[in-house]
């Protein structure tokens, strides 16, 4: 059982600015990456495909959905305790990784607006998307007397590097997990309005639309390169990229599932039809996913996300450093372990079935 705050504190930087979480390997991160390599890819191959997705990103079909309409004008302080930590805890996270999309993609269109005018238009149109999208979650949290100051996190966050492959791989698949996990919810709660208790629901249809264009983008740039998936060092990267984002999935949906709970929505059968979903969608990309029909590879998935939350546990504990440090370890083993154990199931090849993909 989760004890419920009437009165939730959260850390600020000053008033009304809340300090960002913690970084950790499941928060969202900010990338950068060899941004030469990519000014040097030859897309003429793809060209047309591109095109016709960048001409989607500039009609900009949702140009007037982000309006703070009435029904966000009005006192949310009715919202307290556990709910109102567990709802900011959502828009902060979401606000993040909306806006380390905007960052990366900005540096990209500069960077490469003299060698690659094309792919410089297609990432201004996602930096235009993701800075709508941070901007309009941010907002919400106002609602709720906090806000991010994001000028702070562009100068205070960690740069992870990326090459240009891993950052494909990874856009692509965030892109389109996203879409999967913003339509679920809209679907869930327009079946069931007595769990609509803010209006920023009703925005994720149109919301998950920029996802899935902006998936198309990079599944259009990841099939002009065929070195990132016709040989099998590509399928094995592929295959470890799927099994990475499931399991960090998994276990962000298992840590916050008191979320998920308070509107309704059942977080084990949530994760999994994500993940299923997501999987399904991945072999229009992809040479190869990941075998979801297994009979473990759901269990598999839990172990990972229940020895997490033994290691959490571990962390916050009044235990002694040398006694964590001792004990961390056979807990990050056993992770690896249920991750290989995932990552060995022979997996599905998408090439062969792409014709009944729909």
């Known amino acids: 059982m989760v004890r419920s705050l009437d009165n939730p504190q959260v850390e600020l930087l000053k008033p009304g600015v809340k300090a960002p979480v913690q970084e950790t390997l499941l928060t969202p991160r900010f990338y950068t990456t060899d941004f030469d390599a990519l000014a040097k890819m030859d897309i003429s191959a793809y060209e047309t495909e591109l095109r016709a997705v960048i001409d989607e990103l500039k009609a900009d079909y949702n140009r007037h959905h982000f309006v703070r309409d009435e029904e966000f004008k009005q006192n949310w302080d009715h919202i307290q305790g556990e709910k109102r930590l567990a709802f900011i805890d959502f828009l902060e996270r979401s606000c993040t990784s909306e806006f380390s999309g905007f960052l990366l993609f900005k540096e990209l269109s500069r960077r490469l607006k003299e ?111 065929p070195q990132l998936w016709n040989n099998w060092r590509a399928r094995l990267w592929i295959r470890f990229f799927l099994l990475t984002v499931f399991v960090t999935h998994t276990i962000t949906v298992f840590e916050r599932a008191n979320f998920y709970e308070m509107i309704g929505i059942h977080p084990r059968k949530y994760n999994n039809q994500v993940i299923e979903e ?12 990941l075998n979801t029909s297994h009979p473990y590879f759901f269990w598999y998935l839990e172990q990972c996300a229940i020895t997490n939350q033994q290691l959490t546990a571990l962390k916050d504990s009044n235990k002694s450093g040398i006694t964590k440090f001792f004990q961390r370890i056979p807990l990050l083993m056993k992770v690896i372990w249920y991750m290989l154990k995932i990552y060995l199931i022979r997996p599905i090849n998408a090439e062969a079935i792409r014709e009944t993909v729909r």
């Open 115 to 225: 060698k690659q005018p094309l792919l410089s238009e297609a990432f201004d149109y996602l930096a235009r998307d993701e800075a709508r999208h941070a901007g309009f979650l941010n907002k919400s949290m106002a609602d709720f007397n906090l806000s991010l100051d994001l000028s702070y996190l562009t100068k205070h966050r960690t740069y992870t590097f990326f090459p240009p492959s891993w950052i494909i791989y990874t856009v692509y698949l965030s892109e389109k997990i996203g879409y999967w996990r913003y339509i679920l919810v809209y679907k869930h709660i327009a079946k069931n309005p007595e769990f609509q208790f803010y209006p920023l629901f009703r925005k994720f249809e149109n919301w998950c639309q920029d996802e899935n264009r902006h998936g198309d983008f990079f599944k259009a740039l990841l099939r002009s390169q």
């Open 278 to 289: 997501t999987n399904k969608t991945s072999a229009r990309a992809f040479p190869v996913i």
